[in-house]
T-cell receptor, first 113, second 114 residues
Framework: KQEVTQIPAALSVPEGENLVLNCSFTDSAIYNLQWFRQDPGKGLTSLLLIQSSQREQTSGRLNASLDKSSGRSTLYIAASQPGDSATYLCAVRPYSSASKIIFGSGTRLSIRP | NAGVMQNPRHLVRRRGQEARLRCSPMKGHSHVYWYRQLPEEGLKFMVYLQKENIIDESGMPKERFSAEFPKEGPSILRIQQVVRGDSAAYFC????????????FGQGTRLTVV
């Protein structure tokens, strides 16, 4: 059974710092891994999608990596800003049940001005 | 190209009433997924549908919950005889045909049962 874990559950850093959010998954047989952002009381915004054959994806100040063999992904945020404060969710789509996207519980990020 | 549209955004129902949540997928997307997010919890899969077919409903409660995605019109998640525990945010996502493609989520419907 695929399980997705995100550590830490919450993180607070001062503005301007570079930071890394971690995601681990138990079954490496996945189609892809997706990182989302969720603001309080809002929906999910897709940030980056990494296909199983890829190692990383970049968008602006965000860089996501994927190491399928070890069941890990990281989301790197450069030069953090207060507007980056949100909950970041990692999700995988497993081969065993492609109809389901399995989510981690998220990391609640707070950037202090 | 509009994103995934859900309505209503907020829904208040008294215990015992019916709740109907609607989801219009992105243009060209024929796969729809419903997820539920309970307060302070993660997103849990409920059901996966393609046009006129329920493909996987393993995450749906056995009673009171149903979903459809008709040939014409939006996907509907129906909750009959709502109870306080149904209060949650319900999210819809859509994707193109292949399971390896990106999923796009709507803004959600926040159901409050009073």
């Amino acid at each position: 059974k695929q399980e997705v874990t995100q550590i830490p559950a919450a993180l607070s850093v001062p503005e301007g710092e570079n930071l890394v959010l971690n995601c681990s998954f138990t079954d490496s047989a996945i189609y892809n891994l997706q990182w989302f952002r969720q603001d309080p009381g809002k929906g999910l915004t897709s940030l980056l999608l990494i296909q199983s054959s890829q190692r990383e994806q970049t968008s602006g100040r965000l860089n996501a990596s994927l190491d399928k063999s070890s069941g890990r992904s990281t989301l790197y945020i450069a030069a953090s800003q207060p507007g980056d404060s949100a909950t970041y969710l990692c999700a995988v789509r497993p081969y065993s049940s492609a109809s389901k996207i399995i989510f981690g519980s998220g990391t609640r990020l707070s950037i202090r001005p | 190209n509009a994103g995934v549209m859900q309505n209503p955004r907020h829904l208040v129902r008294r215990r015992g009433q019916e709740a109907r949540l609607r989801c219009s997928p992105m243009k060209g997307h024929s796969h729809v997924y419903w997820y539920r997010q309970l307060p302070e919890e993660g997103l849990k899969f409920m059901v996966y549908l393609q046009k006129e077919n329920i493909i996987d409903e393993s995450g749906m409660p056995k009673e009171r919950f149903s979903a459809e995605f008709p040939k014409e019109g939006p996907s509907i998640l129906r909750i009959q005889q709502v109870v306080r525990g149904d209060s949650a945010a319900y999210f819809c996502a859509s994707s193109p045909d292949a399971p390896s493609t990106e999923a796009f989520f709507g803004q959600g419907t926040r159901l409050t049962v009073v």
